[in-house]
């Protein structure tokens, strides 16, 4: 089943379109990454999608939704809290916006900032949250309302390696729940978690599908080879005749029509006198993937 549709979605300031022909489907209960580099148009597309900008043209449609507004939840990139607020207090006044039943309205807060790990913390004011913290606050009032879709900007982008590691993990928990689709730039973040990505590249979209599907056409197959010493990487980068790389004591040879093996590449590594810590197989990663689809002076 379809969560939301995407039509020609566009939108331009004057003479620049910074979104330009957007057209998109998201299934049911799947996870999206919107990639690109700075100044693609995520951000405005994201704030076109959460209806707190309107398109210049083109369609937004959520199957068998009258009201889009209370579908969706929406995490900005950087989400503002009132210090003064407790965590509940908060989450209250955001469910009273989102006009949850006034009857149970403290019950699903307290249930929602306990499923995101703040039940310790409920009582305590934001001000003192850490920036993990803050992020799974920003999480619970977007879903407060169990809406059908959520949009995160750069969730994880302001967050050390623990708290993106907690955010992550929760991201994936929130899915059995919503359909999610958000911005990124850490990639290894989207290839953890992804099942589709969509890439933009000066508003426009470029390259979509599932994460297997566009790896697969830029897979760009080839060996990585790990030597005790730089110099013997560079000793047999001179000597062989395949066609390879170097970087310091890596090298990696490119598979070209299945050639050369691993059988043939096994041999010439056996009769060289290089010390050789370790021999694997691997595709090009989404980062350079990335690179290939948004430009090689993009910036993420």
Not at 88 to 94: D, F, Q, R
Not at 214 to 228: G, H, W
Request: charged share 25%; proline share 4%.
């Amino acid at each position: 089943m379809i969560c939301i549709e995407v039509e020609g979605l566009t939108k331009q300031f004057g003479p620049k379109k910074v979104v330009d022909g957007l057209s998109f489907s998201l299934p049911m209960h799947t996870s999206t990454a919107l990639i690109g580099p700075n100044g693609a148009g995520k951000t405005t597309a994201l704030s076109m999608l959460a209806h707190l900008m309107e398109p210049t043209s083109g369609k937004i449609i959520m199957p068998n939704i009258k009201d889009m507004r209370s579908a969706i939840g929406f995490l900005p990139q950087y989400p503002q809290f009132y210090s003064w607020l407790t965590a509940l207090e908060y989450m209250e006044m955001v469910a009273s916006l989102s006009n949850l039943d006034k009857r149970t309205l403290k019950s699903e807060c307290k249930k929602m900032l306990s499923f995101v790990g703040l039940e310790g913390a409920m009582n305590k004011k934001t001000v003192t949250f850490s920036g993990g913290m803050k992020q799974r606050l920003g999480i619970a009032q977007a879903l407060v309302h169990k809406p059908k879709l959520l949009l995160l900007d750069e969730p994880v982008s302001a967050l050390d390696p623990v708290g993106r590691r907690e955010v992550m993990n929760l991201l994936k928990e929130v899915q059995e729940q919503t359909t999610i689709l958000y911005s990124t730039h850490i990639l290894n973040d989207a290839e953890e978690m992804t099942d589709q990505l969509l890439f933009l590249r000066d508003g426009q979209l470029v390259e979509q599908g599932s994460l297997q599907r566009v790896k697969e056409k830029f897979q760009e197959p080839r060996y990585k080879i790990t030597f005790s010493h730089e110099n013997e990487a560079q000793q047999f980068t001179e000597q062989t005749a395949f066609q390879t790389q170097r970087a310091r004591n890596i090298v990696y040879v490119e598979i070209l029509e299945d050639r050369p093996t691993m059988q043939q590449l096994l041999y010439q590594l056996a009769v060289s006198p290089c010390e050789v810590l370790k021999v694997e197989r691997e595709t090009a990663s989404l980062e350079e993937i990335f690179m290939k689809v948004a430009g090689e002076n993009a910036t993420i």
